[in-house]
């Protein structure tokens, strides 16, 4: 049987990947053959184009103008990575005889393809985002067919014509059912790879992200915040306009990743950074609620999230997320109210009940417990020169 060609893995898997549909797994790509199709790139410009224009519409609901973008051998190592794990748990990988040897020999292999140089170049990010955007929508259909005589399962595969045909006659059922990231990446083969790569587009982290999903490291995706066009993309698609607990979902698990910087040695810019974008966040919930009828009226989001009798039940990172603007005040009173907020009077009264509804809501054991935290990495303000003026000592007489 001849070698695959780089066309192919291109229009059978990257090209889904980034537009969606079907992707097919094949069998383990060895490393030898990934480093052919690096070589291969040059005589598929056909499926290139193909792949890049996907990729260019991608972005385009991110930033105004997305980057010219060539797919490179870097991103080809990061998707043949992804489809060795996908292998790992592919329905026909036991078919195959595939030993724990061999299983261990594809973890491996998976990893170096997918241990790329992690990187701070504004088009790299979105080029891998681009890429790998759908990887927590990535999900597999099984299809449980049975009639008057027995029952089969499909799983990934399309049932053969033959056994769903005269449905009535046969009363034939097809029950379909739906394997999610938490099945098919989540699992211990393959979340290690899966945590590696990651780490490597951390744009789809802060964009997007699954429960079952290793947690951000947000020292990798700090950066991305200094970006203003990319850190109000992904503001806005975090907060998204559905119902309360769809809006905090986002922003609670970017919080309980803070959580964790805190307990390690972050530098204070990136803390400070982290912690201004989360009140911005706040800013967020306050701005969907101007439409209310009463301006001072509490709010429903926090009234359903907060709930004392829901307090078993809140996310990771709730809690913190809410707490963020009142512990800021105890330590550093600049980073507590988001810029420019007393400029629109409806959303700084707003502000004000969020975070009057909030400390009612959490105990202040809570929010001091949080300001401790805070100051072992936030150095005191100085002072503003407007309010300290030293003038020279007059001369004494005589």
Request: proline content about 8%; glycine content about 4%.
């Amino acid at each position: 049987m001849g070698r695959a060609h780089v066309r192919e893995f291109l229009e059978r898997f990257v090209l889904p990947l980034v537009a969606g549909g079907e992707l097919h797994v094949g069998a383990p790509i060895p490393m030898p053959d990934l480093e052919r199709w690096e070589a291969e790139l040059g005589s598929a410009s056909v499926e290139l184009v193909a792949v890049d224009d996907a990729r260019h519409a991608v972005l385009s609901t991110l930033v105004v103008r997305p980057p010219a973008l060539v797919l490179e051998g870097d991103e080809i190592a990061l998707a043949a990575g992804l489809h060795n794990a996908l292998f790992l748990v592919h329905p026909r990988a036991d078919e195959w005889s595939v030993s724990d040897r061999q299983r261990r020999k594809i973890i491996d292999t998976a990893l170096a393809m997918v241990s790329r140089p992690l990187t701070r170049n504004r088009t790299r990010v979105m080029a891998r985002h681009a890429l790998l955007h759908n990887l927590f929508h990535l999900t597999r259909s099984d299809v449980t067919v049975s009639w008057w005589t027995g029952r089969a399962r499909f799983q990934g595969q399309k049932p053969p014509k033959r056994l769903t045909a005269w449905k009535g006659m046969r009363r034939v059922r097809e029950d379909i059912t739906i394997v999610d990231f938490d099945e098919l990446l989540a699992v211990p083969d393959t979340a290690p790879v899966m945590a590696t790569l990651l780490r490597r587009t951390p744009l789809t982290q802060l964009l997007d992200s699954h429960p079952g999903a290793p947690p951000l490291h947000w020292e990798d995706a700090v950066f991305l915040l200094r970006d203003a066009e990319l850190a109000r993309a992904v503001a806005y698609r975090l907060v998204p306009d559905a119902a309360p607990r769809d809006q905090v979902s986002g922003p609670s698990r970017l919080a309980a990743a803070f959580e964790q910087m805190l307990e390690r040695a972050p530098d204070e810019s990136d803390v400070r950074a982290v912690a201004a974008f989360l009140v911005h966040l706040s800013a967020l919930f306050c701005l969907a609620e101007l439409n209310l009828r009463e301006v001072n009226a509490k709010s429903p989001l926090i009234s359903t999230v907060l709930a004392i009798e829901a307090a078993g039940q809140r996310p990771r990172g709730l809690t913190t997320l809410f707490a963020l603007p009142g512990a800021l005040a105890m330590v550093d009173p600049r980073l507590s109210v988001p810029p420019g907020i007393e400029s629109v009077p409806a959303l700084a009264a707003r502000w004000k009940v969020h975070r009057a509804q909030s400390a009612e809501l959490l105990s202040d054991a809570v929010i001091e417990g949080l300001a401790g935290r805070l100051k072992r990495h936030l150095k005191p303000a100085p002072h503003d020169p407007t309010e300290v003026v030293s003038l020279p000592t007059a001369p004494a007489p005589g």
